[in-house]
């Protein structure tokens, strides 16, 4: 049997490009929210809890956040952006999604108690509901690319040990955004899991830039408006088609096409080239500053060059070498202490100590710290 002509409208919109980021590169974090809270005050909030845990300003992060309306808890998720390299962020061109897998998962229809499990080959991840629509723990447990099965399985018995569950749902294929039959959410396939997100939602989890989200969200709400009126004009030409046949082969449609088409060039060529400029500054303003790098050098990768009493307080960059640490310690000798160990760093050029302030025993100091041109390299990105 021949395929109608107009099946293409009864199906819908194709599915949306959607960039799932891998698991292990995001810190995931419940965040309780005040009773009273408005719905139009939650991001406020989630961006007030998020400064509060980071390390890094907001600036600097990727970040998104599910909340539902009614919910006691938001569950936020965040990534240091210099994780991403500029390669990585350019497959994000043309997305209408970009969040991590775990996240594709939150729309779908569990009881209390349940947990999901989804494998990976960087690892597992745990989402565990205690009852409401929001979870209440997302754990992700790396593997080595060499695990075996029977690794797996221990440590999918380790995870869900930590996890009150009374049911368990295990997932081996990762999430697939399916199409839409309605322009009102995302829905997502794990398997027979299915994750049905609203546009809110989707709008809160996206971890992009979120001033260049909401430019995005206009030309996406202008691309839908466009496809509505091109189901409109295809219906319209189903009723008129056999009225087509009687015309002149519809030379002249034809023709206004090709006249539409070459006025468009010109706007398309434009916003491609602002957007690879923008590409090229991003690209330019972030090209070789390390401060993670930076800070694991002089504290260590387990806290074992800093003294256990000396507390960081505040720490900044200054050019591409400099790096200032503010701390405080209740034993001042472990200041000359923590000098001397950073100064025998193979990657330190030097470190100068500004004169310590006591008060109420406890010794407030600065470190300023120069290192070697050259020396501190990039560190890998997880394998995605």
């Not at 409208?9 to 965040?31: E, H, N, Q, T, W």
């Not at 709400?221 to 009126?229: D, G, P, S």
Request: net charge neutral.
């Amino acid at each position: 049997m021949t395929a109608s002509p107009l099946g293409f409208l009864r199906s819908g919109p194709p599915p949306p490009k959607v960039a799932l980021l891998p698991d292990g590169l995001f810190f995931i974090r419940a965040v309780e929210l005040p009773a009273d809270l408005a719905p139009a005050d939650v991001p406020a909030q989630v961006e007030l809890a998020l400064e509060s845990l980071a390390p890094f300003p907001l600036a600097q992060l990727y970040y998104g956040y599910f909340w539902a309306p009614g919910s006691p808890r938001a569950l936020t998720f965040a990534a240091y952006r210099r994780r991403f390299t500029t390669d990585q962020v350019a497959l994000w061109d043309g997305a209408e999604l970009v969040l991590p897998a775990f996240a594709a998962l939150l729309g779908g229809p569990v009881k209390a108690a349940t947990t999901v499990v989804m494998a990976a080959p960087e690892g597992l991840t745990a989402i565990h509901w205690d009852g409401g629509a929001v979870p209440a723990q997302v754990v992700f447990l790396p593997l080595a690319p060499e695990a075996t099965d029977e690794d797996r399985g221990r440590a999918r018995d380790a995870l869900l040990r930590s996890l009150p569950s009374l049911e368990i749902i295990d997932l081996a294929e990762p999430p697939v955004a399916q199409p839409a039959l309605s322009d009102r959410e995302i829905v997502f396939h794990s398997g027979s899991f299915v994750s049905r997100l609203s546009r809110e939602a989707v709008t809160a989890l996206d971890i992009r830039d979120k001033g260049e989200l909401a430019l995005l969200r206009k030309g996406q709400a202008r691309a839908m408006f466009l496809w509505k009126v091109l189901v409109g004009c295809g219906v319209a030409l189903g009723v008129l088609a056999l009225g087509e046949i009687a015309l002149l082969a519809g030379g002249l449609w034809q023709q206004t096409n090709l006249t539409q088409l070459h006025a468009q060039a010109p706007l398309v060529e434009q916003i491609m080239t602002a957007q690879n400029l923008s590409y090229r500054v991003n690209e330019l303003s972030t090209k070789r500053l390390l401060p993670l790098e930076m800070l694991t050098t002089v504290v260590g990768s387990h806290n074992e060059i800093k003294p256990g009493s000396v507390q960081l307080t505040r720490l900044y960059t200054s050019g591409q070498l400099g790096l200032t640490i503010e701390a405080q310690t209740s034993n001042a000798a472990d200041i000359n202490v923590y000098q001397n160990a950073i100064s025998a760093l193979p990657a330190v050029a030097k470190v100068e100590a500004k004169t310590p302030r006591s008060q109420n025993n406890v010794t407030n100091f600065t470190l300023v710290i120069t290192f070697k041109p050259g020396v501190l390299k990039p560190m890998d990105p997880p394998a995605s």
